[in-house]
């Protein structure tokens, strides 16, 4: 008993096979916006690869590329194929290959669903990279005179004016390292003595962030420095203002800015894959009616398409069998040699 | 005289009639997208309404949506027109609407023309009302707890950060102006008051800018705060320092961003405008040339087109005299119900 059976006369053929044929082409259009979402991925990663210490891995929009451009090539092969099913001789010629053809596509869509999972899964990676980073990245502010580090500053700078956030975890990042050059402090100064004095590490640390952290929409001038320093200002409390810098920590804003486009690329990859099972299945429909006409020679008789020749578990059974009999097969090949050079 | 005299054999008239229908389509295309770009303009200018004194500006983009509708309507017609104009049937029924059609889309054509120019005539009006703009925005910039001034803080400092600008004419603007809301200043201080005994207003004036004007691009930590006064900070010099602040002034910056737009999208408006003249004439010789052939026995002959049948000037006094007399008839009449009672009650 074959799975899913439905009968078929000449007009219900060709109208699967012209719907198949419409579906197909949507399915091109689909991968390659597979192919478009991968290098817009890749350019967000490459865009912000300073702040990732430039080993972020390349790999799910590399994928995600690659699926897009075998999407489109099995799309349009598979579109051909359709168009040419209703004419007997040109779809003669691609008979032999279609149930190869067939199996590929059920295991791309396995591919595509393994992809879409790796969108959602590929976050915490990325976590991890973010914050190493984040981390370097901020070390290397002051470092304007460095090559192959000059752009830092400026980089973080509009990192925190775009993405509205501040230091790492947040704003107190910036008290632990020196953001401020050797070469703006004047070493003669009591003031600039004392904090260096006051640290192990000889590193002049201060209460203050860079202005990039500032808020716009707070209702005073911006305090960037001595803020935790209540009587250094007027009418301000430490503890209680929310408003002047940002609070949110650039990992935080980093890490919801790419989870954001990696959720919506797998689920339109799971859209995609949806659409890639329903030609598939088509396909299958249109090439078993086509090979079950009741009468050969005559292209209008009637017949009878199926998902599956036998039901799932008959299916499972046989492939099974015929592995078994390939590995066999490789066995007694062994074994005949084996006897050969026992005989010799 | 005849202006612009054409044969037109059959054929050519056939064809004329085809490249007529294509051109009407396409030209339908460019009216959509001349009212896209209108819409586009406007909310442009809309986004930056806080920092600009006037509206006169808004006149372009509005000119750019009506011209965009009336041609989607006017290139419908002409397409319509054109479909019927083989047949000499059905041709006659447009008789008396050519006329009045003419006129309608040679005026918005002729908008279409103007709204382009005044694109770049309108320069000096939008320089003029952003500078007024800006300088309330930066007068009411520390008005943080004032209604109706209290987001100015937060839109100056987006602007300046998102255009790379500091100030009205420069930086130096901001030290003319108070920016520091008096809630933040502590009166009893003696550096407070002698700032504001230095000058007549009693303001607080520092020469500081807010950290908007910060440019990223610095090697060193952002100098807001004492900007002229070199022995405040180690190795700075005031003069020669270029990349601390942003040099440019935002009207600057603003106008020449707005009049990039505008010259784009003048550009393109021009095009359709050639494109719309092109389907106007086109049909007015399609239609000149099915005129002649109207009545006649063999709708196969060799016919005549023109552009218009008398000189320019007759032409466009004959359009102008029935709307003139119109308003000079409503005239006599309103002065001659006026005159009438006067005698009739001595």
């Given at each position: 008993?074959?799975?899913?059976?439905?009968?078929?006369?000449?007009?219900?053929?060709?109208?699967?096979?012209?719907?198949?044929?419409?579906?197909?082409?949507?399915?091109?259009?689909?991968?390659?916006?597979?192919?478009?979402?991968?290098?817009?991925?890749?350019?967000?990663?490459?865009?912000?690869?300073?702040?990732?210490?430039?080993?972020?891995?390349?790999?799910?929009?590399?994928?995600?590329?690659?699926m897009g451009l075998i999407a489109c090539a099995t799309n349009a092969f598979g579109g051909k194929v359709c168009y040419d099913s209703l004419d007997p001789t040109k779809f003669g010629k691609w008979k032999p290959m279609l149930k190869t053809f067939l199996v590929l596509c059920v295991g791309f869509n396995a591919l595509l669903v393994i992809t879409a999972?790796?969108?959602?899964?590929?976050?915490?990676?990325?976590?991890?990279?973010?914050?190493?980073?984040?981390?370097?990245?901020?070390?290397?502010?002051?470092?304007?005179?460095?090559?192959?580090?000059?752009?830092?500053?400026?980089?973080?700078?509009?990192?925190?004016?775009?993405?509205?956030?501040?230091?790492?975890?947040?704003?107190?990042?910036?008290?632990?390292?020196?953001?401020?050059?050797?070469?703006?402090?004047?070493?003669?100064a009591k003031e600039v003595k004392d904090r260096i004095g006051s640290n192990v590490d000889g590193q002049y640390l201060m209460d203050g962030v860079p202005f990039s952290c500032c808020n716009p929409s707070s209702p005073r001038p911006c305090i960037q420095y001595q803020m935790t320093n209540n009587s250094a200002h007027y009418s301000y409390d430490h503890y209680t203002e929310e408003l002047n810098v940002w609070r949110r920590g650039c990992r935080d804003a980093l890490l919801s800015y790419y989870g954001g486009i990696m959720n919506t690329?797998?689920?339109?990859?799971?859209?995609?894959?949806?659409?890639?099972?329903?030609?598939?299945?088509?396909?299958?429909?249109v090439d078993t009616s086509l090979s079950t006409l009741a009468n050969p020679e005559d292209m209008e008789s009637e017949s009878e398409g199926f998902l599956l020749e036998k039901t799932v578990k008959e299916t499972f059974t046989d492939i099974m069998a015929k592995m078994k009999v390939m590995g066999k097969g490789a066995k007694v090949e062994e074994g005949g040699e084996e006897g050969v050079a026992s005989v010799s | 005289m005849v202006v612009m005299k054409m044969k037109f054999p059959f054929q050519k008239r056939v064809k004329l009639a085809q490249g007529l229908?294509?051109?009407?389509?396409?030209?339908?295309?460019?009216?959509?997208?001349?009212?896209?770009?209108?819409?586009?303009?406007?909310?442009?200018?809309?986004?930056?309404?806080?920092?600009?004194?006037?509206?006169?500006?808004?006149?372009?983009?509005?000119?750019?949506?009506?011209?965009?509708?009336?041609?989607?309507?006017?290139?419908?017609?002409a397409s319509k027109i054109c479909q019927d104009a083989l047949d000499a049937g059905r041709f006659p029924r447009w008789k008396n609407f050519l006329k009045p059609y003419f006129a309608v889309s040679c005026f918005f054509t002729v908008l279409m023309l103007l709204a382009v120019i005044m694109s770049y005539a309108m320069k000096g009006s939008l320089e003029s009302s952003l500078k007024a703009g800006l300088r309330n925005g930066i007068r009411f910039y520390k008005d943080t707890d004032t209604p109706g001034r209290c987001f100015q803080k937060q839109n100056i400092d987006r602007l300046q950060m998102e255009f790379q600008c500091c100030g009205n004419n420069d930086f130096r603007d901001w030290f003319e102006v108070q920016w520091i809301s008096n809630r933040y200043l502590d009166f009893s201080s003696k550096e407070v008051k002698d700032r504001i005994k230095s000058n007549v207003d009693g303001r607080y004036l520092v020469d500081g800018v807010p950290f908007s004007c910060c440019n990223p691009r610095?090697?060193?930590?952002?100098?807001?705060?004492?900007?002229?006064?070199?022995?405040?900070?180690?190795?700075?010099?005031?003069?020669?320092?270029?990349?601390?602040?942003?040099?440019?002034?935002?009207?600057?910056?603003?106008?020449?961003?707005?009049?990039?737009?505008m010259n784009t999208i003048g550009a393109g408006v021009l095009s359709v405008f050639?494109?719309?003249?092109?389907?106007?004439?086109?049909?007015?010789?399609?239609?000149?040339?099915?005129?002649?052939?109207?009545?006649?026995?063999?709708?196969?002959?060799?016919?005549?087109?023109?552009?218009?049948?008398?000189?320019?000037?007759?032409?466009?006094?004959?359009?102008?005299?029935?709307?003139?007399?119109?308003?000079?008839?409503?005239?006599?009449?309103?002065?001659?119900?006026?005159?009438?009672?006067?005698?009739?009650?001595?």
């Open positions: 008993m074959a799975l899913m059976v439905v009968k078929f006369d000449l007009k219900k053929r060709v109208k699967l096979a012209q719907t198949v044929w419409f579906m197909y082409w949507f399915a091109v259009l689909a991968g390659i916006l597979v192919l478009s979402l991968g290098l817009f991925f890749k350019i967000e990663l490459r865009k912000r690869s300073e702040l990732m210490d430039n080993n972020e891995s390349h790999f799910l929009p590399n994928l995600l590329i690659a999972l790796l969108c959602f899964v590929m976050r915490i990676p990325l976590q991890f990279t973010l914050a190493e980073g984040l981390k370097n990245g901020m070390k290397y502010y002051k470092d304007t005179d460095t090559p192959g580090r000059c752009y830092m500053k400026r980089t973080l700078d509009l990192m925190q004016i775009e993405f509205r956030c501040c230091g790492n975890d947040n704003y107190r990042d910036w008290f632990e390292i020196q953001w401020v050059s050797n070469r703006y402090l004047d070493f003669s690329i797998g689920a339109l990859v799971l859209l995609v894959t949806m659409l890639e099972v329903s030609v598939t299945v088509g396909l299958q429909y | 229908w294509l051109l009407s389509w396409c030209a339908t295309v460019a009216g959509a997208t001349t009212f896209t770009l209108g819409c586009l303009l406007k909310t442009e200018l809309r986004r930056r309404a806080e920092v600009m004194d006037n509206t006169d500006i808004h006149i372009v983009p509005n000119t750019l949506m009506i011209v965009g509708l009336a041609s989607l309507g006017i290139n419908y017609f610095s090697p060193r930590p952002c100098i807001q705060y004492r900007l002229t006064n070199n022995s405040a900070h180690y190795n700075y010099d005031y003069q020669t320092e270029e990349l601390n602040i942003y040099l440019r002034g935002c009207r600057e910056a603003l106008v020449n961003y707005y009049m990039g737009l050639l494109l719309q003249a092109s389907v106007l004439v086109s049909l007015r010789f399609l239609q000149t040339a099915m005129e002649a052939v109207a009545g006649k026995e063999n709708t196969e002959i060799e016919t005549e087109g023109y552009l218009l049948e008398n000189g320019v000037k007759e032409t466009m006094m004959e359009y102008l005299n029935p709307v003139l007399t119109f308003l000079l008839l409503k005239n006599q009449v309103q002065e001659g119900e006026e005159t009438t009672p006067g005698p009739a009650t001595t």
